[in-house]
């Protein structure tokens, strides 16, 4: 089972950026996904899930900025980010969850995970 994610870069702030993660090994339709980011010196964080049945949940910090939606048919999970600032410079990782499973937002509840993307948004 392999996460791929893609799509991080350098955008200036305001800017906008959408990160990409495709699946393999597994058909993860049933599986919740989501994406956590860790920024230099601080622990990794809840960034957006969707559920298998496709509702969604977001971080404060990111909510109206961001948005996080799935292909189903292409085994893959987006996030599309919106009015970046300086504060969402990070790596990002995409997860998958349990078979039928919610979103949580700690990272112990994740069972898959993708090797981050590089996100650096400049002031």
């Known amino acids: 089972v392999q996460l791929q994610a893609s799509g991080g870069g350098l955008v200036q702030a305001g800017g906008s950026l959408r990160l990409s993660c495709a699946a393999s090994?597994?058909?993860?339709?049933?599986?919740?996904m989501g994406w956590f980011r860790q920024a230099p010196g601080k622990e990794r964080e809840f960034v957006s899930g969707m559920t298998w049945s496709g509702a969604q949940t977001y971080a404060n910090s990111v909510k109206g900025r961001f948005t996080i939606s799935r292909d189903n048919a292409k085994n893959a999970v987006y996030l599309q980010m919106n009015s970046l600032k300086p504060e969402d410079t990070a790596v990002y990782y995409c997860a998958a969850g349990p078979v039928y499973g919610p979103v949580y937002d700690s990272r112990r509840a994740w069972d898959y995970w993708g090797q981050g993307t590089l996100v650096t948004v400049s002031s």
């Open positions: 090994g597994r058909t993860f339709g049933n599986y919740p």
